[in-house]
């Protein structure tokens, strides 16, 4: 048995624990997929793989238990589920044409859930089409809401989706929901001066719990999307932390705009002696420092007016 | 007889009318709902037909125009009071037949239960009603069964049709408006809904005994007592007032009156710190006699049009016909042979 892992793995095909078999990765940008898709994936796993499907946990799908010699065969029937999710490819044909750069995932988002803010599906995709493919190791995810279902504080990019909270107070009844959702179910950024609620846009972080649970359509939501950016989260051995809040308030376009840049910030300044070109984009800012980071990261990005930038970021976790 | 209008007609029409009325219609508020990407359809100003949103069913009803959410009715300092302007011009309320309904409830409540409530009869002296033909009912109406389908009395009639827009009037001065905006003279009344999906039954002898049913425990927990079927309700009528100091200088400020609801906590609350009705299922049993029970005892006829509006806005799915048709077992259940 002769074959080429680097290449195996760039197709997306992963090298595993049993000696000439592998397993076919699926990238499902925010875990969204036409049903109609399903058939192809089960043909794969009767005819090639060992029957199973693992659903991963980036909302992908991963076909185990196929032998190598099986792998042009395989990508001739992954072609109608790279075409049907319209991901980029080199030829048709040929299968993925990277997998540095995971797949984009995303909680369900407003499509189904009354507490998100924007479509996360949608947005999902509209990542995966402006940084895949990239061998990169990068990863994004997508969260409709502050409540973060998605955990995209784990991720190198966490994106969360906000509503700037619109109060007409002719429509005011006083009822109080908007104070006491807030304060039971969300911060705390709401308090009735002179029966009106009055709204700590400092304290605020625009999960829209006022919105959702006002009676009278006093609260809307902003006609704008709004987003808080979170930087630099990861699992893993040496340093696993939290994503630390870098923009609050700002739009899809600035956070597309900062993830390409950061692809070319990490050309810049990965270690060239990486294991597999593959570092956590976090070690490299470790590194260069953060004012580096953001000098790549910020170029030509127009933010909203009404953004707000954290300026130190400073990540905590244990360190082994 | 009545009048068919092109689009550029009825534009022209609604164009001359604003000189002297402020033109009220259900309008879609894009994104205005509760949820991410939703639409509110509720009452606003328009200008123009395509304005007036005639395929759905406001989520709340034309009752904001007689009577706000909130009103300031005087303001104050130390030494005087100042009214604020009302509406200069009149306003003209499109609505359909169960909204006109509601009007002779608000009327009943607000201009004829006592003294006539000046704040509301300022508003009221000065509005004139269009009705909307509404040829089919939407899934939670149930106007047929509460009588409200059909309506008399209004001043002008409207409805969208695949070949323009048919308008009538009863009035001379309204007609002639109407007519010199039209495409042509036509034969038009307004449709009216003759069957609903949901049907209601009131039971016979329904009385306050019922208050004693156990159905009531059930929405204890089920209802979250936050006041949707009050706000979206075209006939409820309650407020309460609030005296406001401002904060910048605390002997001046305003009195407001603001739409109250009975599922809301604080309804009941009296001085010496009393407060009644504490369950949600005792608060949804007011609301429920007062709607089918109470008001007609005295005004001899249901408070309840039959909109559905309350339906489609509970948060919990607590139907509100549901409920009514529950009436019947209870009352069984109370007088002792269920």
């Known amino acids: 048995m002769d074959i080429n892992t680097k290449k195996l793995m760039k197709n997306a095909f992963r090298v595993t624990k049993e000696r000439g078999h592998t397993a076919s990765r699926i990238r499902i940008p925010g875990g969204h997929l036409d049903v109609t898709l399903l058939p192809f994936i089960q043909e794969i796993a009767q005819k090639y793989g060992n029957g199973t ?29 790279i075409s049907g999710i319209a991901t ?37 995709q509209r990542i995966e089409d402006a940084v895949y493919p990239n061998d990169l190791h990068f990863k994004i995810a997508l969260t409709g809401c502050p409540n973060d279902c998605a955990k995209v504080r784990m991720h190198d990019f966490g994106i969360i989706g906000m509503t ?7 429509r005011c009844a006083s009822c109080g929901a908007c104070e006491r959702y807030c304060r039971k179910k969300s911060v705390g950024a709401i308090s009735m001066v002179n029966n009106r609620p009055n709204r700590s846009a400092q304290k605020c972080v625009g999960c829209g719990e006022c919105v959702i649970n006002c009676p009278t359509r006093a609260w809307t939501r902003s006609k704008e999307q709004y987003f808080r950016l979170v930087l630099l989260g990861r699992t893993g051995k040496r340093n696993p932390r939290l994503a630390v809040d870098f923009i609050k308030w700002t739009d899809a376009d600035s956070i597309i705009k900062i993830i390409t840049n950061t692809y070319d910030y ?45 300026q130190t970021l400073y990540w905590g976790g244990p360190q082994y | 007889m009545g009048y ?63 009577l706000p959410l909130s009103q300031t009715l005087f303001y104050f300092t130390e030494d005087d009071i100042k009214q604020p302007q009302s509406r200069q011009k009149s306003a003209l309320v ?76 009863p009035q001379t001065e309204l007609a002639e408006l109407i007519q010199k905006h039209s495409a042509n003279e036509t034969d038009f009344t307004p449709s009216f809904v003759a069957e609903t999906p949901v049907k209601v039954t009131v039971p016979d002898g329904l009385s306050v005994a019922v208050a004693k049913a156990s159905m009531w425990r059930e929405y204890d927990s089920r209802c979250i007592a936050c006041g949707r079927c ?56 007011f609301k429920t006699l007062h709607k089918v029970c109470d008001f007609k005892k005295r005004f001899g006829y249901h408070m309840c049009v039959g909109c559905g509006r309350c339906d489609d806005i509970c948060p919990e799915y607590i139907s509100f016909s549901h409920i009514i048709n529950r009436l019947g077992d209870a009352m069984k259940e109370v007088n002792g042979n269920g």
């Not at chain 1, 946990?57 to 196929?66: A, D, K, S, Y």
């Open chain 1, 53 to 81: 499907i693992h659903i991963t946990v980036r909302q992908g799908l991963e076909i185990p238990g196929i032998k190598f010699e099986d792998i042009p065969k395989v990508n001739a029937l992954l072609q109608p589920i």
């Open chain 1, 88 to 124: 980029r490819q080199e030829a048709p044909g040929t299968g993925y044409p990277a997998s540095g750069t995971r797949n984009v995932s995303a909680c369900i988002g407003n499509r189904v859930c009354p507490y998100a803010c924007y479509d996360t599906t949608g947005l999902a």
């Open chain 1, 164 to 170: 700037l909270p619109q109060f007409d107070s002719s």
């Open chain 1, 266 to 310: 990490v050309k810049e300044y990965i270690d060239p002696s990486a294991p597999g070109g593959k570092e956590h984009i976090g070690y490299i800012v470790d590194r260069t420092g953060v004012q580096e980071y953001l000098k790549w990261a910020m170029k030509d990005v127009k933010l909203p007016s009404c953004a707000e930038i954290e």
């Open chain 2, 4 to 66: 068919r209008l092109t689009e550029s007609g009825i534009n022209e029409l609604l164009q001359e009318l604003s000189k002297d009325y402020v033109l009220f219609a259900p309008k879609r508020y894009e994104g205005g709902n509760t949820f991410s990407g939703v639409d509110c359809i509720r009452y606003g100003e328009i200008t123009s037909v395509d304005e007036i949103e005639t395929d759905a069913k406001s989520d709340y009803s034309f009752k904001e125009i007689l």
């Open chain 2, 94 to 169: 499109f609505l359909r037949s169960c909204d006109f309904h509601a009007v002779k409830r608000l009327d009943e409540i607000y201009l004829r239960n006592g003294a006539p409530d000046a704040y509301y009869s300022r508003l009221r002296e000065r509005c004139r009603f269009v009705l909307i033909g509404c040829p089919k009912a939407f899934s939670t109406c149930y106007c047929v069964d509460m009588g409200t389908n059909i309506a008399e009395g209004w001043d002008a009639a409207f409805e969208k049709k695949n070949d323009g827009f048919y308008m009538s009037s």
């Open chain 2, 230 to 285: 009050n706000f979206a309700c075209p006939t409820c009528t309650c407020f309460s007032m609030q005296d406001v100091f401002y904060q910048d200088n605390g002997k001046v400020g305003e009195r407001r009156r603001v739409q109250a609801s009975c599922m809301v906590d604080g309804f009941t609350d009296v001085a010496g710190g009393g407060s009644y009705r504490q369950k949600n299922g005792d608060r949804m049993r």
